[in-house]
């Protein structure tokens, strides 16, 4: 299956899920109906940014998008076996490190940043407490969180809370690497 159909059937699954139509899910995600469709009939390649508001209106991780709906919840992925996705306006790629549906709070994603490229998320407060932990491999990168900016190097590691505006920048010449570690709290009450 390719990542856009992969994408599509997972999204649809997450919305039928929770019993979402497409308006709903549009009003909950801030983003538009026909776009909902067309990434669900595989049609679209969607953004990290619009895959992302897509994630908050579902109450899930944005590497959760990537997972196969009916996968099994083995312990080990191969790296041949790890999903590979771009981001078709910044060019970044990211891999799915951990394996898909295995019953664990945490999922790693591994990163390449491009030089010169930025995303900007317009991330919010979520049903699910999102943690995540920036370990930074080879490069530099500079990330905001709110108001804050922090400008990382090999071996930094920057943890904040999925519950604010968040931006990736690589002003930089030479492509950035790093690894994303992602928890969920549960269910908020």
């Not at 899920?17 to 109906?33: F, N, P």
């Not at 776009?35 to 679209?44: D, F, N, P, T």
């Not at 990168?141 to 904040?160: K, N, Q, R």
């Amino acid at each position: 299956m390719d990542i856009n159909a992969r994408i599509a059937a997972r999204v649809s699954f997450l919305r039928k899920e929770r019993d979402l139509s497409l308006d709903a899910l549009a009003y909950k995600s801030d983003v538009s109906r026909s776009m909902i469709s067309l990434i669900e009939r595989g049609q679209s390649s969607a953004t990290a940014v619009v895959l992302e508001k897509l994630a908050a209106g579902l109450g899930v991780t944005l590497a959760s998008l990537f997972e196969e709906s009916a996968a099994s919840g083995g312990p080990l992925v191969r790296r041949s076996e790890q999903l590979e996705w771009r981001d078709p306006q910044s060019g970044y790629v990211r891999r799915n490190v951990s394996p898909p549906n295995a019953q664990s709070p945490m999922q790693i994603v591994d990163v390449s940043f491009p030089a010169g490229a930025a995303v900007a998320y317009e991330t919010t407060e979520r049903d699910r407490s999102v943690h995540q932990q920036i370990w930074i491999l080879e490069g530099k990168i500079d990330i905001t969180v709110g108001a804050d900016t922090y400008s990382l190097e090999p071996g930094d590691c920057l943890a904040f809370r999925l519950d604010r505006p968040t931006a990736f920048h690589n002003p930089h010449r030479k492509p950035a690497r790093y690894m994303v570690a992602i928890t969920t709290d549960t269910l908020r009450s």
